[in-house]
């Protein structure tokens, strides 16, 4: 199999895992992961995790550890955002590789979700975006107070949105009040 054709198989199959809630995987109906997708440390599951083979590797493992960190953010809590997230990640690999057109990504994202039936017009719909984050106190996502001492700038974008982080959190501008 060309490099390429399994990058891009490994890609697919990575949003694919990341989008899929935890409840629904072969691990957890196999006893291995609980709700939350942590790992069960019982001899029964330890037993289930050896014979899993293809049911449970260390992609699974990777990706639900990547999951339960999104979860802890506040753009890491849909579905959609589970997908905005890994999407993040491959537009970071293609430019890492090369690739020029920053749409492209997220080009191929919709191609996928509109071919599996998932109907979203995120490109469509406004948002109060600005370019930057101004000094002063923030509530996050109505739970966590944050402190911006100078003025931040987005470290990417997706669908056109921009994202800020600030010490260990990631966000965008809607997130804060």
Not at 50 to 78: C, D, E, Q, S
Not at 88 to 100: I, P, T
Request: glycine content about 6%; some cysteine.
């Amino acid at each position: 199999m060309p490099a390429g054709l399994a990058d891009t198989y490994i890609a697919y199959k990575f949003i694919k895992m990341l989008a899929l809630p935890f409840k629904k995987t072969d691990a957890y109906k196999l006893g291995i992961i609980d709700d939350d997708g942590k790992r069960i440390k019982t001899k029964e599951a330890d037993d289930a995790a050896r014979n899993a083979g293809l049911k449970y590797t260390n992609l699974h493992r990777i990706v639900f550890n990547m999951k339960r960190l999104l979860a802890k953010i506040p753009l890491g809590r849909t579905k959609i955002a589970g997908f905005a997230a890994a999407l993040w990640f491959l537009k970071e690999e293609a430019r890492r590789l090369g690739v020029k057109d920053d749409t492209l990504v997220e080009r191929a994202f919709l191609d996928y979700t509109e071919s599996k039936g998932i109907a979203f017009d995120i490109l469509n719909e406004s948002f109060r975006c600005g370019e930057t984050i101004e000094p002063g106190t923030y509530v996050l996502n109505n739970e966590k107070t944050i402190i911006v001492e100078e003025t931040l700038t987005p470290i990417g974008n997706i669908f056109g949105i921009p994202v800020f982080r600030q010490d260990d959190d990631v966000f965008a501008e809607e997130d804060i009040k």
